[in-house]
């Protein structure tokens, strides 16, 4: 292997593609290894936690976990604090954002549509607005999450951001965190950012 290779599945969105998101804003020449849903079964034993993305750099062992890949490509290239309790608050906004998806993933995997719909309507009604409320809370002057440079935490908030406001969801409005001002500066922030514009318009 002579360069870093991220594997995710074939599409722009979720952990994979904040990783490769970061990678590429931290300017790592990197094998952008993109599988296809039914190659995985067979790939599955062979990743660290039977999960996707995993990362994987020359010399060192295969890496599970978004956000342990997007901690490691941050330290080594800028994209996250050096100050080890600002780390961990960006790293616990981070473990938030993954709460975030661990609540809303069940209901993809749900059999009967008024079983999703009865369970997206539970969340709208309660976690998701508490789960925007609480974000904006850690959230300062802006326009990142810790103010002016772009951060692997603010990579991985506006990923997650973009999957409501794609209104992929159904029974989710598009816009259940249109009313909070300071991630939704956040979004236009990273969307706006010259080097996720020019990786958005390749991928
Ligand atoms: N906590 C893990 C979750 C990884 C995860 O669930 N990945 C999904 C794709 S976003 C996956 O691999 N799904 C296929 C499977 O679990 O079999 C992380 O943050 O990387």
């Known amino acids: 292997m002579q360069k870093p290779k991220l594997t995710y599945f ?3 969105v979720s952990r994979g593609e904040e990783c490769r998101i970061a990678l590429h804003l931290a300017g790592v020449a990197f094998d952008d290894h993109r599988i296809k849903h039914a ?8 990743t660290p936690f039977g ?27 800028g994209l996250h604090p050096t100050e080890p309790y600002e780390a961990a608050r960006h790293e ?22 008024d079983e999703k719909q009865r369970a997206r309507a539970q969340l709208v ?30 990579i991985k908030l506006y990923v997650v951001v973009r999957w ?4 992929a969801l159904d029974h989710i409005p598009a816009s259940i965190f249109d ?9 236009g922030a990273v969307h706006d950012h010259a080097g996720v514009a020019a990786w958005r318009a390749k991928h």
């Open 51 to 77: 999960a996707l993305p995993v990362f994987e750099a020359p010399g060192h062992a295969p890496l599970g976990q978004s956000n342990a890949i997007l901690g490691l490509v941050g330290r080594l290239h």
């Open 179 to 187: 009313a909070l001002p300071k991630l939704m500066r956040l979004f």
């Open 39 to 46: 190659d995985w079964a067979a790939m599955k034993a062979h």
């Open 125 to 154: 009604a309660g976690f998701l607005p508490e789960w925007g409320a609480f974000t904006e809370r850690q959230m300062g002057d802006g326009p990142f999450f810790a103010g002016d440079a772009i951060q692997v935490v603010d």
């Open 92 to 113: 616990a906004m981070m473990a938030h954002v993954e709460d975030l998806r661990a609540a809303v993933s069940p209901t993809m995997r749900l059999k009967t549509e």
């Open 10 to 12: 074939d599409a722009p």
């Open 164 to 167: 409501f406001k794609n209104g």
